[in-house]
């Protein structure tokens, strides 16, 4: 579809459509990419005038956009797109509503974006199509988190099915709306130095770390009934791990990329109650000390009382059975309230089969790091001679950068900006396909199912350290440490 898209967000006076999606859209209209939008009509249940959402959300975006970034004529035209539309998921009267103001074209351009409670989701896509607002060009766009294990995964894949085709689903994991994600497909296959290297010859493991500074208050009930595993490594590890790992596609069309990174979820080697013991750590901070500042242990804030089979990190060792991957351990770790936020990919390359420098202290294994936040950069870690005239060769560490630092700052953006412009133009590569999602569960819940059966211990970890000893110890035994 070339012709305009109204978007239609429902959950449009929470606090993801405040904090980033209105501001994403703003963006894209100053960059002038907004062209093929229409409407922005923002639901929720409350009685508001489209002239008050409109003051509200002028407010909000001189809160949440960079000062410099605010342009009064950019404001003024992004104004004239906001509507609001009151609409209670389960009122047909309040759709009626919502179908006055768009109208029942047969071929209008419509975006659903379902920013509100997952369980929500099936019943606001029956009442769209009961309202007659769902044509063969309309999509929907799915939040996480979809489900809490595969069978109320597949349930809500099920209810929207029977209203939107696989084709038109569009579901938002943020982290493949990165930049440095995507440019991994760039220097995976467009150099030829590292595609050859790419494989279990020469990479001894893979580690990737989420690591947060914040904790979980504001979550409530969802964080007590979900924890790392689900929140995290469900979907954004495993998304990451399968851009690393996967074969190159056929072509960069949405359906040969998302075919490949299906393969790797397949492959991965399952955890159950045989292996869960050395393959997973799961961790639950204490009272620390984060960015100078004190703070409480998880079961001291006042909605996690209670919350004592719940997990806020997890440290585990991933196998992916395949001919590239065999013998590669991938090490994935990710928490809350740890000494700082970054995210990082880290490929570790073998050691040289014979060293000339054996006794040189600054001998190292080559690594690949690709930071994903707060920067986005791409370093190769490889040595050099030391420089000076001393009569014995010596080795300095260098850090060779990838990216273009110049380009890096000018060309900024959001990932929602990227995934909101991939949704208004019907472009699926960025997002998870049904069969991915499911399959990442299903891993998941083997790993959920063999913790019930073992009674796995969670250990405490102090807020503002990078989460238990027994983390170290997973990767120790394996003669590696994490990186940090
Ligand atoms: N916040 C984030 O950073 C973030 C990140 C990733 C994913 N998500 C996901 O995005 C979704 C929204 O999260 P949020 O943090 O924005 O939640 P939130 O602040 O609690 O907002 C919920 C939104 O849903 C609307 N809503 C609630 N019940 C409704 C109902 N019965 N019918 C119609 N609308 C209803 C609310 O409207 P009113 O209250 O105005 O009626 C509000 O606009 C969730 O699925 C969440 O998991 C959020």
Redesign the pocket.
Known sequence: MSQKVDLVI????????T??LLPALYQLQRHNLADRLNRIIA????EMETGAFRLEAQANLEKYLPRENWDESVWEAFRDRLEYVK????NADDYRQLARLLGTADTAGRLYYL????S?YGEICQQLQDAGVVNDASRVVL???LGHDLESCRSINQQVARVFDEEATFRID?YLGKETVQNLLALRFGNQLFHPMWNNTFISSVQITVAEEIGVAGRGS?YADTGALRDMVQNHLLQVLSLVAMEPPATLKATDIRDEKMKVLRCLEPITESNVKERTVRGRYTAGAVGGRAVKGFLEEDAFHDAENTETFVALKASINNWRWAGVPFYLRTGKRLSRRYSEIVIEYRQQPFSLFANDPQELTNKLVIHLQPEESISLHTVNKKPGLTSKLRLQPVELHLTDESQNKRDKYDAYERLLLDAIHGDQTLFMRRDEVETAWHWIDSIIAAWDDNGSAIKPYNAGTMGPNAATALIAVDGRSWHE
């Open positions: 429902f959950g449009g006076t929470g606090d993801l459509s904090r980033k639901t929720g249940r409350g609409i209670d998921a389960d920013a509100t409670l997952p929500l939040e996480k988190p943020h969802y």
